[in-house]
């Protein structure tokens, strides 16, 4: 069992930035993948970004493609996703996710309760 306890969401202006935390519990962490995900109002939850579990290996959505970073402190069982030049388009509840997979961009196991990023115009 994994606990996934996310953090640092908020408002931002468009162009601004925003880091997300998400701490991990309950299983080695440098074994499992961990991602991204969001939903946005009245539409499906979608793939943002996943790492490995090393950290090594990284995929990101078309996108946010330049502008998100994923990265993880496995000391801290922590991973981050760092959001620069937000757009309106990337107001959603973003989700924190955990693979039994050392990665994956579809197979999660455990979620977070999720935080709310909200971009204004």
């Known amino acids: 069992q994994v606990q996934l306890v996310e953090s640092g969401g908020g408002l931002v202006q468009a162009g601004g930035s925003l880091r997300l935390s998400c701490e991990a519990s309950?299983?080695?962490?440098?074994?499992?993948?961990m991602g991204w995900f969001r939903q946005a109002p009245g539409k499906e939850r979608e793939f943002v970004v996943a790492i490995s579990g090393s950290g090594g290996m990284t995929a990101y959505a078309d996108s946010v493609k330049g502008r998100f970073t994923i990265s993880r402190d496995n000391a801290r069982n922590t991973v981050y996703l760092q959001m620069n030049s937000l757009k309106p388009e990337d107001t959603a509840v973003y989700y924190c996710?955990?693979?039994?997979?050392?990665?994956?961009?579809?197979?999660?196991?455990?979620w977070g309760q999720g935080t709310q990023v909200t971009v204004s115009s």
């Open positions: 996710a955990a693979s039994k997979m050392v990665f994956s961009t579809t197979r999660y196991d455990y």
């Open positions: 309950g299983r080695t962490f440098n074994t499992i993948g």
